[in-house]
């Protein structure tokens, strides 16, 4: 078992930054991939970023190249979603998830997931 608990949203004008975390709990947060989703008002969850249990491969959605980064430090069971430049079409719930069971992209390759936070990104 994992347990997730994401943090660091927030309201934020276009053009700011939020870091988002994801603390980790229970099973050796190192031996597992994790990856970041997002759900916008009256949209199904996307794909954000992924990244593997030691971080040495990430992946993206296209429209968050560049701006976004995902990153980890295992030694203190976090995991990390840097958003740089954000746009007011960022803004939704995100979420954390971790234990890859198949495509990295799609939600359902997950295991664990945390409640998610919100970012609002004001025009």
């Known amino acids: 078992q994992v347990q997730l608990v994401e943090s660091g949203g927030g309201l934020v004008q276009a053009g700011g930054s939020l870091r988002l975390s994801c603390a980790a709990s229970g099973r050796t947060f190192s031996s597992v991939a994790m990856g970041w989703f997002r759900r916008a008002p009256g949209k199904e969850r996307e794909f954000v970023a992924y990244i593997s249990s030691n971080g040495g491969t990430t992946y993206y959605q296209d429209s968050v190249k560049g701006r976004l980064t995902i990153s980890r430090d295992n030694a203190k069971n976090t995991g990390y979603l840097q958003m740089n430049s954000l746009k007011p079409e960022d803004t939704a719930v995100y979420y954390c998830?971790?234990?890859?069971?198949?495509?990295?992209?799609?939600?359902?390759?997950?295991?664990?997931w945390g409640q998610g936070t919100q970012v609002t990104v004001s025009s």
């Open positions: 998830a971790a234990g890859l069971r198949g495509p990295a992209n799609l939600s359902g390759s997950y295991v664990y």
